[in-house]
Nanobody, 116 residues
């Protein structure tokens, strides 16, 4: 299993970024996918998740209305569109898939920096 995130960077408050996570090594269309983030000194938190077919999504309250998770099962890729970014969104963002209860995979992470 391999998860490769991309799309992070340095942006100003209010700007947008789109993160991508390219997945391989498993049948992508069968599994829910998630984005997590971890800021310095804080625990990793679930940001957004999407069901295997993309019909169901959920978000942490702090990003509702600003972030959108989506997926393209033909491209084995999950996305996180982040709008109206705030300094408190600054973190390393990770892609995650759980193939089974104890079979959990993470990408290497992509840094998002929000600063004026």
């Amino acid at each position: 299993v391999q998860l490769v995130e991309s799309g992070g960077g340095l942006v100003q408050p209010g700007w947008s970024l789109r993160l991508s996570c390219a997945a391989s090594g498993f049948t992508f269309s069968r599994y829910a996918m998630s984005w997590y983030r971890q800021a310095p000194g804080k625990e990793r938190e679930l940001v957004a998740a999407i069901s295997s077919a993309g019909g169901r999504t959920n978000y942490v309250d702090s990003v509702k209305g600003r972030f959108t998770i989506s997926r393209d099962n033909a491209k084995n890729t999950v996305y996180l569109q982040m709008n109206s970014l705030k300094p408190e969104d600054m973190a390393v963002y990770y892609c995650n898939v759980k193939l089974a209860a104890r079979d959990d995979y993470w990408g290497q992470g992509t840094q998002v920096t929000v600063s004026s």
